[in-house]
């Protein structure tokens, strides 16, 4: 947290004084580049600031001036960092009820099924090969979204199947890759203790409950390497 908040300063900056300026050097364009990666990320991390203010402590360290003592900042450092994570833990929580609340109505959908774990499923095509194993290597394309059908992942924006053990997986797809058969389309409800759980990832929020679209292209055997592709889908972490 600590690093990402002095590091923000410099996204302070751009934000602050960025719109008035051209971007006519490659100083300007990286330094607007550094500042749109770290406002995103900590737009992603849910953290306020006041950009105005931010710029103002940029010019200050760079004069070799601060408004502040150490211990100041390092108290301020601590209360934001309590104030993120209170934050994180109440979203935590409004997403495990949401997420509960969705697969509870979404069980009597029309063609879903629920398996022992809680994983539900909808069969949109049955496929005709062969049945992967956990020891198997698959070929997959995927599109994940989220509940309210944010896409924060998928094979074909890439335009190649993602390859990876069945084993590799979240325990959703572990278990719903050995119930297909190759040619086959599942659409799959996750629930968070089968995906990520209370951590999450980046683009996916803690306690989230995933839907994927996934067609079961290939079986590769194990003990093939398989090609790395661009990102593996719902890698364990």
Known sequence: ????????????????????????????????????????????????????????????AIKGDSKMTKEEIQQAMMKLQESAMKKQQEAAEENKKKGAEFLEKNKSAEGVKV???????????????????????VKAHYTGTLIDGTKFDSSLDRGQPA????????????????????????KLFIPPELAYGASGRPGIPANSVLVFDVELVEIVKAGAAPAAPAEKPAKKK
């Open 1 to 60: 947290m600590k690093k990402l908040v002095i590091a923000g300063a410099a996204a302070g900056l751009v934000i602050a004084v960025g719109c008035t300026k051209k971007l006519d050097t490659d100083q300007k364009k990286a330094s607007y580049a550094i500042g749109q990666q770290i406002g995103g990320n900590m737009k992603q991390q849910n953290i306020e600031i006041d950009a105005d203010v931010m710029a103002m402590a940029m010019k200050d």
């Open 115 to 137: 398996t022992a774990s809680g994983l539900q499923y909808k069969v949109e095509k049955e496929g005709d090969g062969k049945m992967p194993t956990k020891t198997d290597t």
């Open 163 to 186: 390859e990876f053990p069945v084993q590799g997986v979240i325990p959703g797809w572990s278990e719903a890759l050995q119930m297909m058969k190759v040619g086959a389309k599942y």
